[in-house]
């Protein structure tokens, strides 16, 4: 067994000492080992390229969704399994998995756990392993990446109720498999699993393995009405609110914006000068260590 991690040193969650915790754990035991920090956006792809050419069985991202899609980008298709040590604001991916959230109690995991087989998206031929969209959950992840000085889920959640209140949803056109639909959601969101992250869970029928991606589309109501609606968002109950919600399933999602827009993967936003994104999935593509699917609680 081999384990190369890469650390985001920036992180939403802060964890002391990652460097030592991560020699002090592997001390004595007859395994290889390698610990690289990331310096910008896009190097930690760089990275598992890196550990992927050098024989390493497992790639470990330490860090947020975006580190982890950067990571789990090379490993597509290959033998090597990706390792997740959750460090992140929401930490949607391992949350889809149950990994847990303590670092020490998932880097344990690492040593464990089987590798399990989970689904890819594709946006344009970028990967994806959470969620993606436009719309609302776009502009403020564009918002929190490029304005904030400050990471983890309290100033996200800050540029979220700041653009909710103000924000006016364009029409979208979206095709699920062939099917045309006419959309006017303030959130269209593409789920490769049932949250986001944070214990938002945007489409509670979503399974990460099912070879299937979700659409769903919340409709802006009035504030009163939005407020009512947060506890099933984490209740895992959202989709009984029937009057602002709708979802369907595919493994082909186009999302026609009628203008250039703002996207986002993962949390990380980019920018669609045609407005038009298209949204696949790869079935099993990915390993990662994490719990059997039967002892999630």
């Given at each position: 067994?081999?384990?190369?991690?890469?650390?985001n040193?920036?992180?939403?969650?802060?964890t002391?000492?990652?460097?030592?915790?991560?020699?002090s754990?592997f001390?004595?035991?007859?395994?290889?080992?390698?610990?690289?920090?990331?310096?910008?956006?896009?190097h930690?792809?760089?990275?598992a390229?890196?550990?992927?050419?050098?024989?390493?069985?497992?790639?470990?991202?330490?860090?947020?969704d975006?580190?982890?899609?950067?990571?789990?980008?090379?490993?597509?298709?290959?033998?090597?399994?990706l390792?997740?040590?959750?460090?992140?604001?929401?930490?949607?991916?391992a949350?889809?998995?149950y990994?847990?959230?303590?670092?020490?109690?998932?880097?344990?995991?690492?040593?464990?756990?089987?590798?399990?087989?989970?689904?890819a998206?594709?946006?344009?031929?970028?990967?994806?392993f959470?969620?993606?969209?436009?719309g609302?959950?776009?502009?403020v992840a564009?918002?929190f990446?490029?304005?904030?000085?400050?990471?983890?889920?309290l100033?996200?959640v800050?540029?979220?109720a700041?653009?909710?209140?103000?924000?006016?949803?364009?029409r979208?056109?979206?095709?699920v498999?062939?099917?045309?639909?006419?959309?006017?959601?303030?959130?269209?969101?593409?789920?490769?699993?049932?949250?986001?992250?944070?214990?938002a869970?945007?489409?509670?029928?979503?399974?990460?393995?099912?070879?299937?991606?979700?659409?769903?589309?919340v409709?802006?109501?009035?504030?009163?009405?939005?407020l009512l609606?947060?506890?099933?968002?984490?209740?895992?109950?959202?989709?009984r609110n029937?009057?602002?919600?709708?979802?369907?399933?595919?493994?082909?999602?186009?999302?026609?914006?009628?203008?250039?827009a703002?996207?986002h993967?993962?949390?990380?936003?980019?920018?669609?000068?045609?407005?038009?994104?298209r949204?696949?999935?790869?079935?099993?593509?990915?390993?990662?260590?994490?719990?059997?699917?039967?002892?999630?609680?």
């Open positions: 067994m081999s384990y190369f991690f890469i650390v040193p920036n992180a939403g969650r802060k002391p000492d990652i460097r030592g915790r991560l020699e754990f001390s004595g035991r007859r395994l290889k080992v390698e610990i690289e920090f990331t310096q910008a956006r896009g930690a792809s760089e990275l390229a890196k550990a992927l050419l050098a024989g390493f069985s497992t790639v470990v991202a330490v860090g947020g975006g580190t982890i899609r950067e990571t789990a980008g090379p490993l597509v298709g290959r033998a090597a399994a390792g997740i040590l959750p460090c992140g604001s929401g930490n949607g991916l949350r889809n998995l990994i847990p959230l303590a670092f020490d109690e998932a880097l344990e995991g690492l040593l464990k756990w089987e590798p399990r087989a989970v689904d998206g594709l946006a344009d031929g970028k990967p994806f959470v969620a993606a969209g436009v609302l959950d776009a502009e564009h918002d990446n490029s304005m904030s000085s400050r990471r983890g889920i100033p996200y800050w540029h979220a700041r653009r909710v209140l103000t924000y006016k949803p364009s979208v056109t979206a095709v498999d062939g099917r045309r639909l006419e959309l006017t959601g303030m959130l269209n969101a593409v789920l490769n699993g049932v949250q986001y992250g944070g214990g869970r945007v489409a509670p029928g979503a399974y990460i393995d099912d070879g299937l991606l979700d659409l769903v589309s409709r802006k109501a009035s504030l009163p009405r939005m609606a947060v506890p099933s968002l984490f209740s895992g109950t959202l989709d029937k009057d602002i919600y709708s979802a369907w399933k595919g493994r082909m999602i186009e999302l026609d914006c009628g203008r250039a703002w996207y993967l993962d949390g990380e936003d980019f920018y669609s000068d045609s407005g038009k994104i949204f696949s999935v790869l079935p099993s593509a990915l390993k990662v260590r994490a719990p059997k699917p039967s002892l999630n609680p």
